[in-house]
């Protein structure tokens, strides 16, 4: 078997300057999301990692669309528009998402980053303190939960030596970013790493500033038999809403902001906390059963959002207002065991997760004729409490039929349940609850010929249920949950090939996949920041994708990532073009074989490093952009580009010291393109400019203590 028990031992975690593999021998990364500690290589899935020099190298390490263009499939776009969070799709699953992250798994280290209704968000990923960023993609991700088309997962390590660090960035838009760091081996096998950080930008474009504080906490414990790992994070960011922009505004100057923006002064005030912790015990005497983990994390996200929406259009007793408030508690528990026989391994598991949420509605003014004020908390309109819960089953075994040949498969069956109590009674009572049931097997098979070849086969069905957002808003303006909206979906297929060549330095990854989904979850009407949701019909999926790296010798890497989608509709249906969508001439007929709004059918990445010393490196990154349809009639495109990024890193040995220097040129010719798009934004404003040619210097202290 390949696989390996969970490592209670420290693991390596990154200084100042990466070690390199040998001449001639290819990194090989050990990932754990596969539920047990395994190298990438043998996986019967398409996985990518990240390491902690890429991560390091690619940025300020703000936001994690900085390195994600590494990872052929995923698509990771900043919008420059810290009010929305990061856009970021797997195989076109996610590219809905108007706000927060949809369609993937997230986790650090081991611990759910994404709410129990599947919406997530990654401002609290401690970048500077990650060993790898794990990415899963294809129908194993299933296993995950009802909402997974892909995983990301943050994996940090324990530290090794006790060491200090503290860092400042300075760059184009007013950034400027300070950061302070400590990690240090503990007596009795406990281990401590810490980490706050302060983030603030003047933004892109007018009305787009942003702060962000960020705080967390890793401490671990390791015995003979056992391992603990506590986290705790907190992050809040206070960020305005420069909105979108018509074509026509794109087109005159992309960066402006429309006036609207600054009108309603629309702006975002978001904050969370969370904690959790991870229990392993190896179990060494009872047979087969090697090992039990346990889980447990509970948090809190709270958020105000001040929206353009005019004061005439909430004039209807049922509207729900122009701002949008709510505070969040989730918790959950994952128990798993794990059996290993000499040819085969299972996994078996139960999780349970819940989330209440008291979300209120006000209006966005106050007063009336001369004296009205745009902008502000004004009079309630929606007070709503709202409980998820949801509770699985999930198996994941392997058996080896012969050294080469290896199976898989997994089975994950559960069942959600949603309750709203409306506490707002003005307008009619809007309580009620739903319900779903699901079953996700996948299955694969892999045949490894030689030592330097893995070709796989997997499949499974996928599960996608509505989130709390997306069930908050009805597409005729009335208030209460659309109960109408139903889950998705869907059957996936994947074929892979792992190739390695350590003499050469070469290895690539080429991944073929498909998925049909039945009724795909799909942007309703989108207005002023406010969305609701339908579903769509069948749409299909189908690309390839293709992840090489060169490393011929310590002094010279390459690497490669491309990906080909094409994800459609094969039903025809009706979507809105204007709201509340309740006359005929408010809406528009979408046709079969239109491209789902959102997904890029074609993206690729290309970067070349040299390092004439130890502690230098000089690159070159070359990353291609496609179009995107701005929404599902498919009436206009973001354009494509192609964005080049130059880099210099120089270490400087000083004492028992090092201090680190990293200098970044991105948009090097300097293209104007949309780094994302608001999908079906009913006023046109689908545009969300990306950064022009910018600057980014960091220096970054480090020494043991």
């Known amino acids: 078997m390949r696989t390996q028990p969970l490592a209670f031992a420290a693991t390596f975690a990154c200084s100042a300057v990466c070690a390199q593999p040998a001449p001639g021998e290819l990194d090989q990364p050990v990932v754990v999301t596969g539920r047990t500690e395994q190298r990438a290589f043998y996986t019967p899935f398409a996985i990518g990692v990240i390491d902690a020099q890429e991560l390091r190298s690619a940025g300020p390490m703000v936001n994690l669309s900085e390195a994600m263009t590494r990872i052929p499939g995923i698509v990771a776009n900043l919008r420059n528009n810290y009010a929305q969070d ?68 943050l994996v940090s390590a324990a ?22 760091a400590i990690e240090a081996p503990l007596d009795g096998g406990w281990n401590l790493k810490l980490l706050a950080s302060q983030f603030n930008t003047d933004g892109v474009r007018p009305h787009s500033a942003a702060q962000r504080t960020l705080g967390n906490l890793r401490l671990g414990w390791a015995g003979a038999s056992d391992a603990v790992t506590l986290l705790a994070n907190s992050v809040h960011q206070p960020a305005q809403d420069p909105l979108g922009l018509t074509r026509e505004q794109f087109d005159a100057d992309a960066f402006q ?122 009079a309630l309109r929606r007070d709503e409490d709202n409980a998820l819960r949801s509770t699985d089953l999930y198996l994941q075994g392997e058996f080896e039929f012969r050294p080469e040949l290896i199976g898989s498969a997994g089975l994950r069956s559960g069942r959600m349940r949603v309750r709203t109590r409306d506490r707002y009674l003005a307008n009619g009572d809007d309580s009620g609850a739903l319900s779903y049931g699901y079953t996700t ?18 499949a499974g069905r996928g599960y996608e249920t509505p989130t709390l957002g997306e069930l908050a808003y009805r597409p005729d303006g009335q208030s209460g949950f659309n109960t109408a909206l139903q889950p998705q979906s869907s059957w996936q297929l994947e074929l892979g090939a792992k190739w390695r060549d350590d003499r050469a330095g070469l290895g690539a990854d080429l991944t073929l996949f498909y998925a049909d989904t039945d009724d795909e979850i799909a942007v309703l009407t989108n207005a002023g920041g406010r969305s609701s949701f339908q579903n769509a019909g069948r749409t299909r999926r189908y690309g390839a994708e293709l992840a090489a790296r060169w490393q011929p010798s310590p002094q010279w890497r390459g690497q490669l990532a491309l990906t ?44 070349l490093a040299w390092m004439p010393l130890p502690l230098t490196e000089l690159a ?86």
């Open 257 to 378: 902001t429309t006036p609207q923006a600054t009108l309603f002064d629309t702006r975002k005030t978001s904050g969370q906390t969370q904690g959790g912790g991870t229990w392993r015990h190896r179990i060494d005497d009872a047979g087969a059963l090697r090992e039990s983990v346990l889980t447990l994390w509970a948090g809190r996200r709270d958020a105000t959002q001040w929206q353009a929406i005019a004061p005439a259009a909430q004039a209807s007793p049922r509207h729900s207002g122009g701002v949008i408030d709510f505070d969040r508690r989730y918790s959950g528990v994952d128990g798993r065991l794990l059996w290993r026989w000499s040819r085969g391994s299972l996994i078996a598991g139960v999780n349970t997760e819940q989330q209440s949420e008291d979300r209120r509605g006000h209006e966005n003014f106050s007063g009336s004729g001369a004296d009205r004020v745009l902008g502000v908390t004004g």
């Open 86 to 153: 990061l856009q970021i799709s797997s195989r076109g699953f996610g590219a809905r998402a108007t706000f927060g992250i949809r369609g993937l798994r997230l986790y650090t280290d081991g611990i759910p980053a994404t709410m129990p209704d599947g919406q997530g968000q990654v401002s609290h990923f401690d970048l500077a303190g990650a060993q790898r960023i794990e990415v899963l993609r294809g129908p194993f991700s299933a296993l995950y939960g009802a909402n997974s088309g892909g995983v990301i997962a």
């Open 441 to 458: 097997p996948v299955a694969a098979l892999q045949w490894l010929p030689s030592p330097a070849w893995n070709l796989y086969a997997s």
């Open 564 to 607: 080909w989608l094409d994800a459609s509709y094969r039903d025809s249906f009706e979507t809105c073009v204007a709201v509340p969508c309740t006359r005929p001439q408010d809406r528009a007929a979408v046709p079969a074989g239109n491209l789902i709004a959102g997904t890029m059918a074609k993206s690729g990445f290309a970067g």
């Open 620 to 705: 070159v990154e070359l990353r291609y952009q496609g179009e995107m349809p701005v929404n599902d009639r498919n009436s206009d495109f973001s354009p494509d580009a192609w964005i080049a990024a130059l880099r210099a890193s120089h270490g400087i040995r000083i004492g028992n010291g090092t201090l680190s220097a990293l200098a970044r040129i991105d948009n090097l010719n300097g293209a104007t393109y949309a780094g994302a798009v608001i999908v079906n934004e009913a006023n046109g404003r689908f545009f969300e400019t990306a950064a022009p040619r910018s600057w980014l210097l960091a220096l970054r202290w480090q020494a043991p203590f």
């Open 159 to 180: 530290p090794t030596e006790r060491l200090y660090s503290i860092g400042g960035d300075v760059g184009a838009d007013g950034l400027w970013q300070g950061r302070a």
